[in-house]
């Protein structure tokens, strides 16, 4: 008897079956049976349910002479079923990686209870992906169970059968069976939800819900949403019959003229010249049911309720008429006032600028103000020791404030003490660009610090490459970059990449990178602490996985590769950390396997960490893709594994300055199984993995020696001459007649009264 019956009723949705049964029969967990019927599909899904079924023993394709509907197919496989559990899962949604096993864990942690609820994610067509509205209810609960008589709240979890795992005997032995027409779901929903005496949940998106853009009956307006009445009736039925159920007659009601009410006011199911009729049959279900002493809920909902029981549908309209003006009015009233903050903001800005530059003030910023990080941070921590009178102060955003460390100066982005600092600083450091609007005065030094030795094509090598300067303006880009006066570099090719793909007016300078100063020196203390704090024995082989962003994909996450099986690869003794880009660090997709992956201790989810030099210092090797951090980290001479299964979209999508198959800092792979073998064997870490690093090194690190943040400091706050500062690899260069850049000297810093 398998673990799971997976049911999938089947009907017109040939274009979306394929991957639906991939969904469920890829998942790592195995022990399952996929019972799929075909509703007398007029399409090709009947051949296509055959063909899975030939190839894999646990698919059972079952035809109906005649076309049933969606819950009646769902009773048919429901009849077949024999795991230990039922699943359904609609035939043009999916399953994400991993869903039945961490399905499995939370059952066997909670002792097999009678339902297991997990979370969805909408998938539009366009590509946006928005979760469920009730995950915090889901992970309220943690591995605990319940009864919706003592937890009342988790009445309102999504109301479909999909996003539920019912045991079997629980299931038949309440004699549940799903009824003809639309809404089927939410009688069987809510009957299992009151009956279970205990209730799971698993704080997991188990389910591409998917927003088809047309075909959808839920999004087909028409007489058949008037079957919502039809099973909330069923539903109030059964109560009528189970008095011991009474208690649950008020939180039913509630939620059946809620759902009403939503139907109603959808374009997309009920017509306009269905409205007044769908309004009365909800008027007379309210009357009709309503329980003795309900109070209607707060919130918008609760006029819609008062309304259903007094006054026709004329009132109601005039309702949501006024409903639907509030915001456009909220918004426009919004507008102006943003309007006129920002004509104040921008006199009192420019007042500002008519004040003195403060040679003692300096101000940075990492990430798009993320928070402190990165060359500037490095920066500000070497100036507060060289020269202790110039005063640094950060621009972050409010979200990202818990990233301060203690004791730091900061202000918020777009604040007006954003744009005050930024008129009087004598030096902005950032590793991007400063917003367009922000004024650069003569005798102020802007030093641009990068982020990282590029591989991918930068700047004005874009041109050409439109999916990876999608919504990127390279002229706006040009003007801002026009402000540098110093341009940091880690080497001859990073500097030579840099005037190319930036032609602007900045002088380089060979300091090599800030950042990587702690990677050159080294710092044990630290990366025990980082060990520590992440939970990872100290004795422990620690592979960090650090996997860039894809332009080629909307959104620009792909999973290249399998977290799961590259951790359970590594073995005992081992610990997989994930270092996610940081731009990713809010996609959907990381609520998926990783999360499930990093609570069941297989790996370390490490993208929020703030530091990703800590990462690095507590890790033993590398495995990533095209991520500059390959070049941070070979400050370390430590290995790195290059894993390039989609090299070749990648580099005709985004473009890259040299191949990095062909030139790698260790071995290079392709495939899971290519990746796993490498450190079973042993590879990662052998002569030839040496070999090519110390290569990579020579070329790639040449001006990393841990004093890069001393030079920019003395060179450019203290104006000292760099001579005694060089790197060695720089005075070499220079020995064999190779010159600095090109472009101006940094202009010196000195305080300027701007006259009106």
């Given at each position: 008897?398998?673990?799971?019956?997976?049911?999938?009723?089947?009907?017109k949705?040939?274009?979306?079956?394929?991957?639906?049964?991939d969904?469920?029969l890829?998942?790592?967990?195995?022990?399952?049976?996929?019972?799929?019927?075909?509703?007398?599909?007029?399409?090709?899904?009947?051949d296509?349910?055959?063909?899975?079924?030939?190839?894999?023993?646990?698919?059972?394709?079952?035809?109906?002479?005649?076309?049933?509907?969606?819950?009646r197919?769902?009773?048919?496989?429901?009849?077949?079923?024999?795991?230990?559990?039922?699943?359904?899962?609609?035939?043009?949604?999916?399953?994400?990686?991993?869903?039945?096993?961490?399905?499995?864990?939370?059952?066997r942690?909670?002792?097999d209870?009678?339902?297991?609820?997990?979370?969805?994610?909408?998938?539009?067509?366009w590509?946006?992906?928005?979760?469920?509205?009730?995950?915090?209810?889901?992970?309220?609960?943690?591995?605990?169970?319940?009864?919706?008589?003592?937890?009342?709240?988790?009445?309102?979890?999504?109301?479909?059968?999909?996003?539920?795992?019912?045991?079997?005997?629980?299931?038949?032995?309440?004699?549940?069976?799903?009824a003809?027409?639309?809404?089927?779901?939410?009688?069987?929903?809510?009957?299992?939800?009151?009956?279970?005496?205990r209730?799971?949940?698993?704080?997991?998106?188990?389910?591409?819900?998917?927003?088809r853009?047309?075909?959808?009956?839920?999004?087909t307006?028409?007489r058949?949403?008037?079957?919502?009445?039809?099973?909330?009736?069923?539903?109030?039925?059964?109560?009528?019959?189970?008095?011991?159920?009474?208690?649950?007659?008020?939180?039913?009601?509630?939620?059946a003229?809620?759902?009403?009410l939503?139907?109603?006011?959808?374009?997309?199911?009920?017509?306009p010249?269905?409205?007044k009729?769908?309004?009365?049959?909800?008027?007379?279900?309210?009357?009709s049911?309503?329980?003795?002493?309900?109070?209607?809920?707060?919130?918008?909902?609760?006029?819609?309720?008062?309304?259903?029981?007094?006054?026709?549908?004329?009132?109601?309209?005039?309702?949501?008429r006024?409903?639907?003006?509030?915001?456009?009015?909220?918004?426009?009233?919004?507008?102006?006032?943003?309007?006129?903050?920002?004509?104040?903001?921008?006199?009192?800005?420019k007042?500002?600028?008519?004040?003195?530059?403060?040679p003692?003030?300096?101000?940075?910023?990492?990430?798009h103000?993320?928070?402190?990080?990165?060359d500037?941070?490095?920066?500000?921590?070497?100036?507060?020791?060289?020269?202790?009178?110039i005063?640094?102060?950060?621009?972050?955003?409010?979200?990202?404030?818990?990233?301060?460390?203690?004791?730091?100066?900061?202000?918020?982005?777009?604040?007006?003490?954003?744009?005050?600092?930024?008129?009087?600083?004598?030096?902005?450091?950032?590793?991007?660009?400063?917003?367009?609007?922000?004024?650069?005065?003569?005798?102020?030094?802007?030093?641009?610090t990068?982020?990282?030795?590029?591989?991918?094509?930068?700047?004005?090598?874009?041109?050409?490459?439109?999916a990876?300067?999608?919504?990127?303006?390279?002229?706006?880009?040009?003007?801002r970059?026009?402000?540098?006066?110093v341009?940091?570099?880690?080497?001859?090719?990073?500097e030579?990449?840099?005037q190319?793909?930036?032609p602007?007016?900045?002088t380089?300078?060979?300091?090599?990178?800030?950042?990587n100063?702690v990677?050159?020196?080294?710092?044990?203390?630290?990366?025990?602490?980082?060990?520590?704090?992440?939970?990872?024995?100290?004795?422990?082989?620690?592979?960090?996985?650090?996997?860039?962003?894809?332009d080629?994909?909307?959104?620009?996450?792909?999973q290249?590769?399998?977290p799961?099986?590259?951790?359970?690869?590594?073995?005992?003794?081992?610990t997989?950390?994930?270092?996610?880009?940081?731009?990713?660090?809010?996609?959907?997709?990381?609520?998926?396997?990783l999360?499930?992956l990093?609570?069941?201790?297989?790996?370390?989810?490490?993208?929020d960490?703030?530091?990703?030099?800590?990462?690095?210092?507590?890790?033993?090797?590398?495995?990533?893709?095209?991520?500059?951090?390959?070049?941070?980290?070979?400050?370390?001479?430590?290995?790195?594994?290059?894993?390039?299964?989609?090299?070749?979209?990648?580099?005709?999508?985004?473009?890259?300055?040299?191949?990095?198959?062909?030139?790698?800092?260790?071995?290079?792979?392709?495939?899971?199984?290519?990746?796993?073998?490498?450190?079973?064997?042993?590879?990662?870490?052998?002569?030839?993995?040496?070999r090519?690093?110390?290569?990579?090194?020579?070329?790639?690190?040449?001006?990393?020696?841990g004093?890069?943040?001393?030079?920019?400091?003395?060179?450019?706050?203290?104006?000292?001459?760099?001579?005694?500062?060089?790197?060695a690899?720089r005075?070499?260069?220079?020995?064999?007649?190779?010159?600095?850049?090109?472009?101006?000297?940094?202009?010196?810093?000195?305080?300027?009264?701007?006259?009106?």
């Amino acid at each position: 008897m398998p673990r799971f019956s997976i049911v999938v009723p089947v009907f017109k949705v040939q274009g979306y079956l394929r991957a639906c049964l991939d969904s469920v029969l890829d998942q790592s967990f195995t022990d399952i049976e996929l019972i799929a019927v075909d509703d007398c599909s007029p399409d090709h899904c009947g051949d296509i349910l055959d063909e899975y079924a030939a190839r894999d023993p646990r698919v059972t394709a079952v035809h109906l002479p005649e076309n049933v509907g969606l819950g009646r197919a769902r009773n048919a496989g429901l009849d077949l079923a024999t795991g230990d559990y039922v699943l359904f899962l609609d035939s043009d949604d999916s399953y994400t990686p991993g869903l039945l096993r961490a399905v499995d864990d939370r059952l066997r942690t909670t002792d097999d209870p009678d339902l297991l609820v997990f979370d969805h994610v909408r998938t539009f067509w366009w590509g946006r992906a928005n979760r469920g509205t009730t995950s915090e209810l889901l992970a309220q609960i943690g591995t605990g169970t319940f009864r919706i008589e003592d937890d009342p709240a988790y009445i309102h979890l999504f109301l479909v059968a999909w996003n539920k795992a019912f045991r079997r005997d629980f299931f038949l032995k309440q004699g549940f069976r799903f009824a003809p027409g639309l809404y089927e779901d939410a009688p069987v929903s809510y009957l299992a939800m009151i009956t279970a005496e205990r209730i799971g949940c698993l704080d997991r998106v188990g389910v591409e819900y998917r927003q088809r853009r047309q075909g959808a009956i839920t999004r087909t307006p028409g007489r058949k949403h008037f079957d919502i009445f039809t099973q909330y009736e069923g539903l109030f039925a059964f109560l009528d019959g189970r008095p011991e159920f009474e208690w649950a007659r008020p939180l039913l009601f509630e939620r059946a003229l809620d759902h009403m009410l939503f139907v109603l006011a959808c374009d997309e199911r009920v017509a306009p010249a269905d409205r007044k009729e769908f309004h009365r049959e909800t008027a007379r279900f309210y009357r009709s049911h309503v329980p003795r002493g309900f109070t209607p809920p707060r919130g918008p909902r609760r006029t819609e309720f008062r309304l259903l029981s007094a006054l026709p549908y004329a009132a109601y309209a005039t309702h949501r008429r006024l409903r639907a003006m509030a915001p456009a009015t909220r918004a426009h009233t919004e507008k102006l006032t943003k309007r006129l903050h920002h004509m104040v903001k921008q006199a009192w800005y420019k007042a500002q600028l008519m004040r003195r530059l403060d040679p003692r003030l300096a101000v940075y910023a990492a990430g798009h103000h993320r928070g402190v990080f990165g060359d500037p941070a490095a920066i500000h921590a070497r100036a507060g020791q060289l020269a202790p009178h110039i005063k640094g102060v950060w621009v972050v955003q409010a979200d990202a404030v818990d990233q301060v460390p203690p004791g730091t100066d900061y202000v918020l982005a777009g604040s007006w003490s954003h744009y005050a600092v930024m008129a009087r600083a004598t030096y902005w450091i950032n590793q991007f660009n400063w917003a367009g609007n922000l004024v650069k005065r003569r005798g102020t030094t802007h030093i641009q610090t990068h982020q990282g030795t590029p591989l991918k094509y930068m700047g004005l090598d874009l041109l050409d490459r439109p999916a990876g300067r999608h919504g990127f303006n390279l002229r706006a880009m040009l003007r801002r970059s026009d402000r540098w006066d110093v341009s940091l570099a880690a080497s001859r090719y990073a500097e030579e990449v840099w005037q190319r793909a930036y032609p602007c007016h900045f002088t380089s300078l060979r300091t090599g990178s800030p950042r990587n100063d702690v990677l050159v020196r080294g710092d044990a203390g630290r990366a025990a602490t980082t060990r520590e704090r992440l939970g990872i024995p100290a004795t422990d082989t620690v592979v960090l996985y650090a996997p860039t962003r894809r332009d080629y994909r909307a959104g620009g996450h792909v999973q290249r590769v399998d977290p799961e099986r590259l951790a359970r690869a590594l073995g005992p003794g081992h610990t997989l950390v994930v270092r996610l880009h940081p731009t990713l660090a809010g996609a959907p997709e990381r609520d998926l396997e990783l999360r499930d992956l990093h609570r069941a201790g297989l790996l370390v989810d490490a993208t929020d960490e703030a530091s990703v030099e800590d990462l690095m210092l507590a890790s033993d090797a590398l495995v990533t893709d095209y991520s500059a951090l390959m070049f941070d980290y070979l400050c370390l001479d430590r290995p790195v594994v290059v894993h390039a299964d989609d090299w070749d979209v990648y580099r005709v999508s985004r473009g890259a300055y040299f191949d990095i198959t062909e030139d790698a800092p260790g071995h290079v792979t392709r495939t899971d199984e290519e990746l796993a073998a490498v450190f079973s064997s042993g590879a990662w870490r052998d002569e030839e993995s040496a070999r090519r690093r110390a290569g990579f090194r020579e070329r790639f690190c040449e001006y990393e020696d841990g004093r890069a943040a001393e030079r920019v400091v003395r060179r450019v706050m203290l104006g000292e001459p760099d001579a005694a500062l060089l790197p060695a690899a720089r005075r070499d260069s220079e020995n064999t007649g190779h010159t600095e850049h090109t472009g101006p000297a940094p202009r010196p810093a000195q305080s300027e009264h701007v006259p009106g």
